[in-house]
């Protein structure tokens, strides 16, 4: 199954009564299994779960702690972007140049890369000697 189909697919399990956007994300681990998620709220807003942080739970759920490619989308006039806290979590588990798809449910992708989506990102190499 391609990502864009699995984002595609668990979207639709979205459960987002209050905003009505609904976003679903595939990963491919590197092991090449794909994961996906869906955005989840809760009405204490916004305690809820976005489809990245989703996928990337499924993932390291499976034993698996490294990303090859992300896709995400969403029914938008442009193609969404993955939230700070999202790009923090795909830059844990993937490398600067890994690809990330953004989407629309109508077909408009844009093409990028962990790095260029959070430049500078904050790592574990930060921490060192603390």
């Known amino acids: ?13 979205a459960h987002a009564p209050y905003s009505g956007f ?8 590197a092991s090449g299994a ?10 204490a807003y916004p305690e ?16 698996e702690t490294a990303l090859s490619e992300v896709y995400v989308v969403a029914q938008s006039p442009v193609p969404v972007t993955p939230c700070g806290g999202c790009r923090q979590k795909l830059a844990e588990f993937g490398a600067g140049e890994t690809p990330v798809t953004m989407a629309t449910v109508a077909g408009v992708e844009y ?17 060192e000697g603390s």
């Open 34 to 43: 794909v994961y996906a998620g869906c955005n989840v709220e809760n009405v």
């Open 48 to 63: 809820g779960t976005c489809a990245e942080a989703g996928a990337i739970a499924a993932m390291v759920a499976a034993g």
């Open 22 to 29: 609904k976003v679903g994300a595939a990963i491919r681990a």
């Open 111 to 127: 093409a990028t890369t962990i790095a260029e989506l959070l430049p500078g990102a904050f790592d574990k190499a930060q921490m």
């Open 1 to 13: 199954m391609s990502l864009r189909q699995a984002a595609l697919d668990v979207r639709q399990n």
